[in-house]
């Protein structure tokens, strides 16, 4: 069983190289950010308490987000691991989690604030289907349409200048402390975040002595 943490600052890629390593390996990728949106897509109660927190430019607070990991780990659903990204956020929750789930690896995506600017204001959603895209890698065919049902693209709220200083800022108070932390049980694995995904992927694979990226 492998069981695993990826960190790195919003737009380093997180999300795209836990789905390669789900995929081959059979882990459970846990996202804080993909269930917070399946849950304002939804509308549930905790859709709706994030949309609010969101539209006042704040930030999801560690204790919401601590609920909802405990929960989503509680569920016993990752028989062969998991790789989890968008938490642990402050000291106490890595300690919990290191306690609790004896982490094999942490994974840390290294990229400059500059390339993440360039990336996260890039990024467009599909607010009907949920499409992901990219104006730099990853274009719609048409010009702010989604390539699967046409609906119009839309910038994520949380995807403002405003909204990602202050995710950056967050990061660095709060997020590098817990990684000097998870260096000290010498389980962090440090990875230049800025090459094309498939040879980050490598990079990762590499470090952790996993099988080769076949693409």
Same mark, same amino acid.
Request: negative net charge; contains cysteine; hydrophobic residues 35%.
């Given at each position: 069983?492998?069981?695993?943490?990826?960190?790195?600052?919003?737009?380093?890629?997180?999300?795209?190289?836990?789905? #390669?390593?789900?995929?081959?390996?059979?882990?459970?990728?846990?996202?804080?950010?993909?269930?917070?949106?399946?849950?304002?897509?939804?509308?549930?109660?905790?859709?709706?308490?994030?949309?609010?927190?969101?539209?006042?430019?704040?930030?999801?607070?560690?204790?919401?987000?601590?609920?909802?990991?405990?929960?989503?780990?509680?569920?016993?659903?990752?028989?062969?691991?998991?790789?989890?990204?968008?938490?642990?956020?402050?000291?106490?929750?890595?300690?919990?989690?290191?306690?609790?789930?004896?982490?094999?690896?942490?994974?840390?995506?290294?990229?400059?604030?500059?390339?993440?600017?360039?990336?996260?204001?890039?990024?467009?959603?599909?607010?009907?289907?949920?499409?992901?895209?990219?104006?730099?890698?990853?274009?719609?065919?048409?010009?702010?349409?989604?390539?699967?049902?046409?609906?119009?693209?839309?910038?994520?709220?949380?995807?403002?200048?405003?909204? #990602?200083?202050?995710?950056?800022?967050?990061?660095?108070?709060?997020?590098?402390?817990?990684?000097?932390?998870?260096?000290?049980?010498?389980?962090?694995?440090?990875?230049?975040?800025?090459?094309? #995904?498939?040879?980050?992927?490598?990079?990762?694979?590499?470090?952790?002595?996993?099988?080769?990226?076949?693409?």
């Amino acid at each position: 069983m492998r069981k695993y943490v990826i960190m790195g600052v919003q737009g380093s890629g997180k999300g795209t190289q836990s789905q #390669l390593l789900r995929e081959e390996f059979d882990l459970v990728h846990i996202s804080v950010g993909d269930i917070f949106r399946w849950h304002v897509r939804n509308h549930t109660k905790l859709g709706a308490q994030v949309r609010r927190i969101m539209a006042a430019g704040s930030l999801v607070d560690d204790d919401l987000v601590e609920s909802v990991v405990r929960r989503r780990l509680d569920e016993h659903d990752w028989n062969y691991g998991f790789i989890i990204d968008g938490f642990p956020r402050n000291g106490r929750q890595a300690e919990f989690f290191m306690e609790s789930y004896d982490i094999d690896a942490v994974i840390h995506l290294e990229l400059p604030d500059d390339e993440v600017r360039r990336r996260v204001l890039s990024r467009r959603l599909c607010p009907n289907c949920g499409m992901d895209y990219n104006l730099i890698a990853d274009r719609p065919e048409q010009e702010g349409r989604c390539d699967i049902c046409g609906h119009e693209l839309v910038t994520r709220a949380d995807d403002t200048p405003e909204a #990602l200083e202050a995710r950056l800022r967050d990061y660095h108070e709060k997020t590098r402390p817990v990684l000097e932390l998870f260096r000290r049980k010498e389980v962090v694995h440090d990875v230049d975040g800025r090459p094309p #995904l498939e040879e980050v992927q490598q990079a990762i694979r590499d470090t952790l002595g996993l099988p080769a990226y076949k693409g």
